[in-house]
């Protein structure tokens, strides 16, 4: 069986690894680790939760010189929700070693503290290419000692329209350079890229993961006109702390968790519309389960970082059998059980044949009629969250909120859930119950010596 300790790494990152319970490497990192810390290029095929941030990030870490202080990785994502759980990753692997700094570059948020940032120096920069390509533009960004750059889902990036911005970002950094690109698919653009921007790369290519065993799925043919219904009839049945509903469209997320919500779900739309504070809000809000139901597009089918979810409902079938794939393996994760659940009308059935000439075999179809028939039966969060008006730029951490609440605020440390701690504000959970007296604590109380405002979101 394979272990880390079969690879060449220092003892430093050994020791962190262990610390953060890293105790065998997953299959890509098995493949492509080795690679990366050779200084090869390579493009490896990578879904969701297969470990690959770990497999391109434990050589972006090892090969950083300190002393260095100039950009010496760059590591390019498709979405900002990606780019802070990619930064986050490393500033962890970062603990192996001293005095290395990790920056997140991306849009939805004012440029001009990025600029301050960026002339105090960084090691590795984390970001999406729009934002990236701005800082090229306006100088304040240089990738001239650039040796590593990462391409992280990079079919993804592409499918969002960013192929000009990634190649104008690549003629910015040096040629003689690793280039390491990440894919979950294998479409002819992501071929051209690597054979454009990359030498020789080693294909690391996985086999396709099989259907996960702790995933139940089942599909329901309903009328276009009972979909609401039936995702209200799952809640109630299922009573689930979280679940993800996916619609394929903007306004379709919107108008359901309108509809749910006013049956009284707790219910929460993501799409690419929201401004960036109320993405960070929302993902917040359905990480830290506050929110029951998390109504997206497609954005949330990779790289959000959502652990435990015991149902997925497609409000309807996806178009391509690649993606179902991707939205239902964000359930039965981590040896907990997990059902992925599918309503399709009629005129939709194309797209479950389709799916079932994918997987070479029949789908699992459900009654529909005692299912419509389901009292809706509303299940309220278990938390709810408080929104501090101050963040990393004020040097708040999550433990001065935890002992503000815990210390003189009197609640129990069970009573408060997770932390989040932005550049200009902070989400804590706090259990329902407690949620009155944790706000008046705050309000009233001092977070590190200073009254800070707050609210209930």
């Known amino acids: 069986m394979p272990s880390f300790k079969d690879l060449e790494l220092s003892a430093a990152m050994q020791a962190n690894l262990a610390r953060l319970g890293f105790t065998e490497p997953t299959d890509i990192q098995t493949r492509a680790l080795p690679h990366c810390l050779a200084g090869q290029d390579v493009i490896a095929l990578a879904h969701t939760g297969s470990g690959k941030t770990a497999a391109f990030g434990i050589g972006l870490i090892e090969h950083v010189k300190p002393k260095q202080f100039s950009v010496q990785s760059l590591v390019l994502c498709p979405t900002r929700e990606l780019a802070d759980q990619v930064a986050k990753a490393l500033r962890e692997l970062a603990r192996a070693r001293d005095n290395i700094k990790i920056l997140t570059l991306c849009g939805g948020v004012s440029i001009g503290p990025q600029i301050g940032s960026l002339a105090h120096g960084a090691h590795i920069v984390v970001g999406t290419p729009g934002r990236i390509a701005d800082h090229l533009q306006k100088g304040t960004l240089k990738l001239d000692r650039v040796h590593t750059v990462v391409l992280d889902e990079a079919d993804r990036m592409l499918d969002m329209g960013f192929q000009e911005a990634v190649e104008n970002i690549l003629s910015h950094a040096p040629a003689q350079r690793q280039t390491l690109l ?9 071929r051209k890229l690597s054979a454009g921007f990359q030498r ?49 469209m903007k306004h379709q997320c919107d108008e359901l968790a309108v509809e749910l919500s006013q049956q009284g779900f707790s219910a929460l739309a993501l799409h690419g519309d929201l401004e960036q504070r109320d993405r960070d809000s929302v993902l917040v809000r359905f990480a830290n389960q506050s929110c029951q139901v998390l109504v997206a597009t497609d954005v949330a089918a990779r790289g959000l970082d959502i652990k435990s979810l015991p149902l997925v409902v497609n409000a309807e079938p996806a178009g391509d059998p690649e993606i179902h794939t991707h939205r239902i393996g964000r359930t039965g994760r981590a040896g907990e059980q997990g059902l992925a659940v599918t309503l399709c009308s009629p005129s939709q059935g194309h797209k479950i044949n ?35 008006a101050s963040g990393r730029k004020e040097k708040l951490r999550p433990g001065d909120v935890m002992g503000a609440l815990t210390g003189d605020g009197g609640l129990p440390g069970s009573a408060v859930g997770k932390i989040n701690v932005f550049e200009f504000q902070c989400f804590v959970a706090v259990e329902s119950r407690h949620a009155g007296r944790a706000l008046e604590q705050l309000e009233r109380g001092k977070v590190k010596g200073r009254n800070l405002r707050a609210r209930l979101v």
């Open 182 to 190: 990440f894919s979950a698919t294998w479409p002819e653009s992501i």
């Open 200 to 248: 020789e790369p080693v294909d690391v290519r996985a086999q396709t993961e099989k259907m996960n065993s702790d995933i139940a799925e089942v599909f329901y043919e309903i009328s276009g006109t009972q979909r609401t219904r039936a995702i209200v009839a799952l809640l109630s049945q299922h009573q689930p702390t979280s679940c993800l509903v996916f619609c394929a």
């Open 354 to 388: 389709r799916l079932e000439s994918e997987r070479g075999a029949t789908v699992i179809w459900g009654d529909s009629g005692p299912l419509l028939g389901t009292v809706p039966k509303p299940m309220k969060p278990l938390m709810k969250t408080l929104c501090i």
